[in-house]
Structure formats: C-alpha cells, structure tokens
C-alpha cells in the first residue's frame, strides 16, 4: 500500500498533484485549511481514499501534532512506499526587505522553510524506524536561484530549501537508508499566486509589468501539466536522482 501526504490540497498546483496521485492507485492525505469534497469524490471514483488534515504551518506544536494523528493512520504493516509533497507555499510580503515587518517575514520563513523541513524530517525519521520507503518532495523556484526585487523573503526561503534538500538527501545516502529527498520547480503557473504577484504595485515589485505580459501572452503553465510531470518522476522510482533539483523546463 502506498501513502501521499501533500500540502496545500485545497486549490492549485497541491489539486492537481493530489489528483494524478489518486488515479495512479496512491491514497492521498491532504494538509490545508480546507477540505475538498471533490478530491475525495475522486478518490472513491479511483478506489483509494483522500483524508483531510487541519493544520496551521505557521505553528511548529500544530505541524507536530499532525504528524502524530497522520503517522497513526499511515504507518501499518501494509505500508510499502511513503511520498511527502511539500507544497505549500506564501508569497507576502513582497517589498524591499527595509520595509518588511518582521512578523510578517517570520511567518514568511515558518510557512515557506520551517514547515517543510519539520515533516520532512519527521516522516524520514518514521520510515526509517518502521523500513518504509520514502520519497520526499518540496516545491522550489526558480526564484531560488536569483536575487529578484521585492522577493527578499521568497527567494531566500526557496533557496535555503534547495540547499536543505540536497544536503538531507547527502546524509541519506550516507546512512544508506534507501530514502530519496528532492526539489521541484514548477515554473510559471496559472494560479492564484500568480493573480497575486500581477496585482502587486511596481513600488514594492519592479518587475509586475514582466508578470502581467506572462498572462497576456498565455506563457502560464496550467497546474495539471505540470503536476503530471511530477507525477511521473515520483511513479518512476528507481530513476529519481536523490537530492536533485528538477525543474519542469526540462520537460515541456
């Protein structure tokens, strides 16, 4: 039996990929601030299960206790392969960092870094004690590999979760554990982020204009384009590079 566990399953890129999931036979746990009935429509349509988890990422005893009710539903003796999806992700605050509110930047890092890093770590460490396989995934950005006006916050969380991955999935290989951990970058999506990004003032954001030209120009990936590509990668197990960046432009 095989387990997903996503965040961010209410809407967008987190849908699609909780979607491609259940139809490929995985049982889909979904991490957001709301449920979705038509995710766990789809899963009975494809004879698996789709279960709905409250949690606030932003809390670290929140994210904690989660992982408790999840691993006692997940980990039994007919687990095989285990897949963590971190998806979930804030843009905000986009400005020059001398204005940001630290409040604001804390939460930023807590939701886009800390999150992220606390599953995985908790759901490698599970499944290494029970010998359940696990392929963990977290959402990346091409913003991780450049500094962009106004994306202080952004591209410095995305970039501290490429590095994390890569050196997670070091220490995997070194402990021998079987477990691979990797990075996905979805580029340029037709989501509500993206509503957001276009919406936001050139003060604060010097490159709006480049965004909007994105939409106009239909440029925007849909989501489950690009969730199907990560679907693959993960069906295909044997060939996932531990610790890798994939990026989807090697795909399209």
Known sequence: MKYAIITGTSRGLGESIAKYLLESG?????????????????AKSNNV?????TCDLSNVV??????????????????TTLYLVNNAAVLDPIDPSMIIKSNDLAYHMQVNSIAPMVLT???????????????????TSGAAERP????SAYCSSKASINRYTETVALEQEELKTG?????????????????????TSKQSFIDVNTFIAYKKDN???????VAGILVDILNDEGSIENGKIYNVSDYF
Request: zero cysteines; glycine letters at 6%; a negative charge.
């Open 49 to 53: 299960t789709f279960t709905h988890f």
């Open 148 to 151: 962009i006006y106004g994306w």
């Open 179 to 199: 477990n691979k951990v990797i990075a996905f970058s979805p580029g340029i999506m037709d989501t509500e982020m993206q509503e957001k990004i276009r919406s």
């Open 219 to 225: 440029k925007l990936k849909g989501t489950d384009a």
């Open 26 to 42: 995985i049982h889909v746990i979904g991490i957001a601030r709301t449920d979705s009935t038509e995710l766990a429509n789809y």
């Open 121 to 139: 770590n908790l759901f490698l460490k599970e499944s290494t004690e029970t010998e359940v396989t696990m392929i963990g995934v977290t959402i």
């Open 62 to 79: 929140e994210i904690e206790n989660t992982f408790e009710k999840i691993k006692n539903e997940v980990f039994t003796d007919n687990l």
